[in-house]
């Protein structure tokens, strides 16, 4: 895994809340077409790495490089114009759009962009619901229709924030299917999970968050191996 | 003759087609407000003043280029718009993160700058329009006469306004709008380019207000104040529907502009005020108003108007520096025209009495001369009706402001933010009417002539160091009085609200008490100041209860250094310098206000008080 060949390229990424500092250096790099999971308590910093990527996080430093283009000299809504698509943190729905609006919402940035009906084929929910308001769907279909929107924008680079919170098992898998059709498909992915367990089905490579760093990373084949410091740093 | 309630069938439709002339303007004004404020958090005050260069344009396209009616339709609102975006790209843009007062007041400065030069230039009378040839005459129906101009006026409004709602809420323009009023940061971050979409919103709002000045240019007549006296009444027409809904926006407006034109049929004297009477009565039932969605101030994040000021200064220099003021006055008539500083004393102490509310509790009050000006007319009526003592005809000035106080407190502080300025400016504005044709305020003459008396029936204030004394006198006791509530445990808790409200009230506070109190205080000072300045001049007048006074209040606050002790009396000294130094100048001086107000939210929100604390604060922890 050659830093120079990676897709994505964060180093030493330093940022703040305010006066907080939460990110003390992040450093990771991911491939293309990779898979990769972060992993961490809660507070650890999983989810400022990717507010910090997407630009939401404002007062960063280090680097984020996607592709070799420098990410954080660019204004917040041209990042996910290189290609990106972010599923955040209890999914983002807009309650003032329709479900219809809120697929049609982020703006496309490639040609080879999921076409819609390949989109319904795969959610056929949301086509059912197209006409009523977002947040009027269930939690899973929620989730599913937070994916299914940044699909369609030709993106390449994933960032899926927390995509099994809150779901019931049955969802949860549903969820892990279209992943993992999504990874067959060339995709690159960022999963943040509290869930190893599913993280672990999907990932190539496991990075563990703490304090804001990188605290350690490992390849999914050597996750038997690795159980026992995984749960001192999960465990509570 | 067909008479409806006594009243002639043809007078009632009559007055029934102008309420729908006036609604199609409160509509047209306030859904610019409503989509304005959704985006940006701002309620644009300069609303007005776009609405009056819409008419102007009109005007200039005509007389000066011949260019016609039906041009100026489409040109006009487009002119207003580029108008529109340089104001947002240059001011509005950085205000943005800032509590949104600020936008209130920068749009304030705004709106007295381009008034205030319209007015230099064509003065205050209108210019006419002509009704373009095609719209001109009427139809002679069977029970009134209906100008042809007038139905115009009725549909293109409507279109205009449901055109926009269907944009807003059915295309895909639409769609992102709304995304990025509901949530700015995460529309972003699906590349929604929102800097744009925050500009084209500005600018398309004010259009709407442009295209209503051209419209109602042949109906008045084209005139640089015509944007300020309509603006306030939208501004209570925003409460009464609340802010939440497009739809809800138009609707009220309709609706207002009927009730206010039926009034005029059968009860004429309060047609000026019915409008203001609805809010209230909308404010105690349903607070949110209308068609409103309760969420104002509860998603600020951002800091707090005045609490980005130093802590404040020790014991010590407290009292070397309220030793220091008082000697100063002592000494300053020997160097100072006493009058004027006995104007700067009533003002200096009204600027610290609004300050209680706005530094310590974090409430902008918007109608502080209505406390000022009442408790003027009280004490002059006192003063000149029933020769009652000096002392008691300024008591009788601060009972006056105290009870307003509380009758406005209890309305106000059902909102907070930016709607509790919109509600205490919307209040003042029925005082200030009610000055206007209330029998014993002398109208437009005021009251004139107003005795000075003899304090204690032995010391004549007529003479000028008794006079000085007095005033003196009043102006420490009030400072004493606001020094001591800021420092109690009262104070302690006004300044919790402040910082943060929910944790005020989760310590068990009643927040509301506090805040009422608080508003009771300042507004019973207020009418000390008001009282003793009526007495100072001799004159109580409509001048004391515009809205443009409640805004010279704000502006000494500001530029003095809001949440000081000491800023408003520095701010009240300089701007009440400015106005006399400029007087004599033909130049109109709500430019210069306007253009200071500006400059105060942009660069200088500390204040001058501030701003020095901030350099001693520096300087301090340096030498440490």
């Not at chain 2, 606001?482 to 420092?487: G, K, Q, S, T, Y």
Request: hydrophobic share 55%; with cysteine.
């Amino acid at each position: 895994m050659a830093a120079a060949a990676a897709f994505l390229d964060i180093g030493d990424l330093h940022g703040w809340y305010g006066e907080s500092h939460v990110l003390h250096g992040v450093t990771m790099a991911v491939g293309k077409g990779e898979t990769i999971a972060i992993l961490g308590r809660n507070g650890a910093g999983k989810t400022s790495t990717l507010r910090a990527v997407m630009g939401i996080l404002r007062k960063r430093r280090g680097v984020v490089r996607l592709d070799g283009a420098d990410l954080l000299a660019l204004p917040p809504y041209r990042i996910p114009r290189m290609g990106i698509g972010y599923v955040p943190e209890e999914r983002g729905i807009f309650s003032s759009l329709t479900v219809e609006e809120n697929l049609l919402l982020p703006k496309q940035v490639a040609e080879q962009g999921l076409p819609l009906d390949e989109i319904h084929a795969l959610f056929p929910n949301l086509h059912e619901r197209r006409n009523s308001s977002g947040t009027k769907l269930s939690g899973g279909e929620q989730q599913m229709l937070a994916i299914a929107r940044i699909l369609r924008t030709g993106a390449r680079l994933l960032l899926l924030d927390e995509p099994t919170e809150g779901l019931a098992p049955v969802i949860v898998q549903r969820i892990g299917a279209v992943i993992g059709t999504l990874k067959a498909r060339g995709y690159t992915i960022v999963l943040v999970e509290q869930n190893f367990r599913f993280a672990a089905r999907l990932a190539d490579r496991l990075y563990v968050m703490e304090n804001g760093q990188i605290a350690d990373v490992f390849a999914t084949s050597e996750l038997d191996a690795r159980m026992s410091s995984l749960h001192t740093y999960l465990g509570v | 003759m067909v008479t409806i309630f006594g009243v002639p069938a043809a007078a009632l439709y009559g007055q029934l087609l102008v309420g729908l002339i006036n609604g199609s303007f409160y509509a047209l004004l306030s859904l610019g407000l409503a989509v304005i404020f959704g985006m940006l958090n701002v309620i644009n005050v300069a609303h007005g003043a776009m609405y009056m260069l819409g008419a102007f344009a009109a005007w200039f396209l005509l007389h000066m280029f011949g260019i016609s009616y039906w041009w100026a339709l489409g040109l006009a609102p487009i002119a207003v718009a580029l108008v529109g975006v340089v104001i947002e790209r240059t001011t509005l843009r950085r205000v943005a993160h800032l509590d949104h007062l600020y936008g209130f007041l920068l749009t304030l400065g705004l709106a007295m700058v381009i008034e205030g030069l319209f007015r230099y230039w064509y003065g205050s009378s209108g210019q006419p329009y002509a009704i373009p040839s095609a719209l001109a005459g009427g139809i002679k129906l069977p029970f009134m006469f209906l100008p042809i101009y007038r139905v115009w006026v009725v549909v293109v409004s409507l279109v205009v306004c449901l055109a926009t709602w269907l944009v807003i809420e059915r295309t895909h323009i639409g769609a992102h709008l709304r995304a990025a009023t509901e949530n700015a940061v995460l529309s972003q971050a699906f590349g929604l380019n929102v800097p744009l979409l925050v500009t084209l919103t500005y600018a398309g709002g004010v259009a709407l207000a442009g295209l209503a000045g051209v419209l109602a240019a042949p109906i008045y007549q084209v005139s640089p104040l015509m944007g300020s006296n309509l603006i306030i009444v939208v501004f209570a027409v925003v409460v009464v529907g609340g802010m939440g809904s497009i739809l809800g926006s138009i609707v009220t407006g309709y609706l207002l502009g009927i009730v206010e034109g039926m009034t005029r049929v059968y009860y004429p004297e309060a047609s000026s005020i019915v409008i203001f009477v609805i809010m209230v009565v909308v404010l105690m039932l349903r607070p949110a108003g209308l068609f409103g969605r309760e969420k104002d101030s509860a998603a600020n994040a951002s800091p707090p108007i005045g609490a980005t000021q130093a802590t404040g200064m020790d014991d010590k220099w407290a009292a070397i520096g309220a030793l220091g003021v008082v000697a100063a006055l002592i000494a300053a008539p020997a160097l100072v025209y006493p009058v004027f500083l006995m104007k700067l004393m009533c003002f200096a102490l009204f600027a610290a009495a609004f300050n209680l509310l706005i530094g310590f509790v974090g409430l902008l009050s918007f109608g502080h001369a209505a406390f000022f000006g009442s408790g003027a007319y009280i004490a002059a009526y006192a003063a000149k009706v029933w020769h009652l003592d000096p002392l008691l005809c300024v008591l009788a000035g601060t009972a006056t402001g105290a009870v307003l106080g509380l009758l406005f407190g209890a309305l106000a502080i059902r909102r907070s933010g930016i709607y509790f300025a919109m509600i205490t400016l919307a209040l003042a504005q029925m005082v200030y009417f009610i000055a206007l044709q209330a029998p014993f305020t002398g109208g437009e003459d005021g009251i004139q002539d107003v005795p000075r008396g003899m304090l204690f029936g032995v010391l004549d204030l007529q003479h000028p160091v008794a006079m000085y004394g007095f005033v003196m006198a009043v102006f420490v006791v009030g400072m004493a009085v606001l020094w001591r509530v800021v420092r109690s445990p009262f104070g302690q808790v006004l300044k919790a609200i402040r910082e943060n409200e929910a944790r005020a009230i989760s310590l068990g506070y009643d927040v509301q008490r506090f805040k009422l109190k608080a508003f009771v205080i300042s507004a019973a000072l207020a009418g000390a100041a008001g009282g003793t300045k009526a007495l100072v001049f001799q004159l109580a007048s409509l001048t004391d209860v515009t809205w443009q006074m409640s805004g010279d209040v704000v502006l000494m606050t500001l530029m003095g250094g809001i949440g000081t002790m000491l800023g408003p009396v520095v701010g009240a000294a300089v701007v009440v310098s400015l106005e006399n130094a400029l007087a004599g100048l033909e130049f109109p001086i709500t430019v210069l206000i306007g253009a200071i107000f500006i400059a105060c939210v942009l660069l200088f929100r500390r204040g001058i008080v501030g701003e020095v604390q901030q350099w001693f604060a520096r300087l301090s922890r340096v030498s440490n």
